[in-house]
């Protein structure tokens, strides 16, 4: 074995797990929280504002309002990472994928699962402090696994998204229920399985649904209340068609009939209403400029573009609108009329970035399903560069057809969902990948009232390889710094800490610790189910913390589990 590697095996580590985890559980919400830890866990807009520097918290699920998911921690280093071990294992009720990323207030731990559950934990020890399973209503419609990505926190509240598409409030100390509001109608198609951000008292929160025929959104509701405030929806009324954009953002022409699109759109406008345009990922906020940046997902249907024509705006494109208000400031489109599912997903990263003339500006990038992060200027959208590609390009773009037309990049990327890190010091990127060579299948479907309408398929070809890699980017150039292939194709999302250490896991139950400078792997842990969610680190009483969960991904079918995994230093 490498000495600068250390593999340690989940059985190892069983009897600590058993040992630290709370004696019962409870089901719905009860138990007061012990008052040992996290007696004052109430988050006010001061340190949801300065959490980027808070290493004794993790705020947000990206870390902060920037989503640059870095941490200033550095405890745990490239010196000692090697001598990692597991301080305590939290098993769920749920034994079902997993994406949830641990908020961590005070020494309190607040993780999700699949079908809505909210545990708050001891944060140092496992001990379950309270249990929450949302009652789901008749109808739960989603594509792409009954997951959830974890809560937001403000106040003394903690906030859910739910599968039939509610938005809910729940005490932070007790975990009972203080509000409950409808977000969208679950029998047209919407869900939610976003974790919600918080700023000024408002709840933002987007929408999935795409593969259904909704008309997208970004709501914002009263955190006090419920109320909603406003409503920002990414299929635009009027001017959906866009400018009839013939190429993609680097400039490869998408072959695109546009007399034909144009004949349509002149004989039906009114498809606006079922476009799709779900928003999949917690927006970033610039608190500074009261903007709000999200990314938006794909058409409905998704393949079959016949009967929507145009550039389907704003779906595949970054969006920046008014936090206050809700209106459009700019958007930038990736892919128009997109026919493969080749949506903007992962969620934006603020960082100041180095312009065409070498000037440091204000930016936001995007690593998109395409394989590419792009770099845009924060205060216009702008594209300022673009990286070089992380995956094959071969065969893009290839339109769809009743046989099928072989594709490199498959449907789900590139960068999928998963959510990027950044580590400024070194204007560094580091976004993980996927690998999966697809077919794409058209025919033609109408709407069909809130059910699954693909339009066609993508289908995994027999017997072809499927991997990934972890890349990182340097974002001032756009060239690739260092990749690491990986057995599985990549799903889940990246950590990095001033420690100069990347995290993250793979399908195949594997948890790895990268150098951020050379990309080698310094430590691995396998979990046993697969690790497709992103890691976060805290600190409780000097001591730093990696927690992440291993529940395995409903999409590409990667082994079932119910664990989060918290490690430490001896």
């Known amino acids: 074995m490498n000495k600068h ?3 340690c095996t989940l059985a190892a580590c069983v009897l600590m797990a058993i040992s630290a985890m709370a004696a019962d559980e409870i089901t719905g919400a009860s138990a007061a929280a012990d008052q040992a830890i996290g007696a004052n866990i109430s988050v006010d807009q001061r340190m949801l504002d300065n959490a980027a520097s808070d290493v004794k918290n993790n705020l947000h699920v990206n870390g902060n309002y920037a989503n640059t998911r870095y941490s200033q921690a550095r405890q745990i280093n490239t010196g000692n990472v090697s001598k990692l071990k597991p301080a305590f294992v939290f098993q769920t ?7 949830t990323a641990p908020v961590v207030v005070n020494g309190v731990m607040y993780i999700t ?11 140092t020890t496992g001990k379950e402090l309270w249990h929450y399973k949302q009652k789901l209503g008749p109808v739960a419609t989603y594509c792409c696994g009954p997951n959830n990505r974890g809560v937001a926190v403000s106040g003394d509240r ?3 998204g739910t599968l039939d598409a509610k938005l809910v409030a729940l005490d932070a ?5 203080l509000w409950e509001t409808e977000i969208a109608d679950p029998d047209k198609g919407y869900s939610e399985t976003m974790a919600p951000v918080v700023a000024d008292g408002k709840v933002l929160i987007g929408t999935n649904g795409g593969e259904y ?8 509701f009263d955190a006090s209340s419920g109320k909603l405030v406003w409503t920002f929806y990414t299929i635009p009324e009027k001017g959906h068609e866009g400018v009839w954009a013939t190429k993609d953002a680097v400039g490869r022409d998408m072959h695109r009939d546009i007399a034909a699109e144009k004949a349509e ?20 906020i610039d608190r500074k400029a009261g903007l709000v940046f999200f990314t938006v997902g794909n058409p409905s249907p998704d393949l079959y573009g016949a009967k929507r024509p145009g550039d389907n705006l704003y ?4 969006v920046a609108i008014d936090l206050n208000t809700g209106e459009y400031r700019w958007h930038y489109q990736y892919v128009a009329h997109d026919v493969w599912d080749l949506d903007a997903v992962s969620p934006p990263v603020l960082v100041d970035v180095k312009d065409e003339h070498g000037k440091t500006v204000p930016g936001v990038i995007h690593g998109g399903k395409t394989g590419f992060i792009y770099v845009h200027d924060r205060r216009d959208g702008h594209l300022i560069r673009h990286s070089a590609p992380m995956v094959p390009q071969d065969g893009v773009w290839s339109l769809p057809s009743p046989t099928g037309e072989r594709m490199e990049l498959g449907a789900n990327g590139g960068v999928e969902w998963s959510p990027m890190a950044v580590h400024p010091g070194h204007s560094a990127a580091y976004a993980v990948n996927l690998l999966q060579p697809m077919t794409y299948h058209v025919e033609a479907a109408d709407y069909p009232g809130g059910k699954l309408w693909l339009g066609g398929a993508f289908k995994t070809i027999p017997g072809g390889k499927q991997t990934g890699n972890v890349t990182a980017v340097d974002y001032n150039t756009g060239k690739i710094l260092w990749q690491q292939p990986t057995d599985e194709p990549m799903m889940g999302g990246a950590l990095a800490t001033a420690g100069d250490l990347v995290f993250a896991g793979e399908g195949n139950g594997s948890f790895k610790a990268y150098h951020a400078k050379s990309g080698k792997v310094l430590w691995q842990f396998q979990c046993g189910a697969g690790v497709n969610a992103p890691a976060v680190t805290y600190t409780v009483k000097g001591k730093q913390y990696i927690a992440v969960a291993a529940g395995g991904n409903t999409q590409l079918d990667f082994k079932r589990g119910n664990s989060v995994f918290v490690f430490a230093l001896n």
């Open 213 to 220: 025929g909704i008309r997208g959104f970004v709501k914002a």
């Open 173 to 177: 100390k007790s975990g009972k229920q």
């Open 93 to 99: 009720a749920v034994v079902e994928s997993m994406e």
């Open 315 to 318: 779906t595949d494109s970054l």
């Open 158 to 160: 903690v906030f859910i």
């Open 5 to 7: 590697i250390q593999q």
């Open 265 to 284: 759109l002149g004989r039906d406008a009114s498809f606006y209403q079922t476009l799709g345009g779900g928003v999949w990922m917690t927006p970033a």
């Open 113 to 123: 699962t699949s079908f809505d559950h909210v545990y708050a934990l001891d944060a």
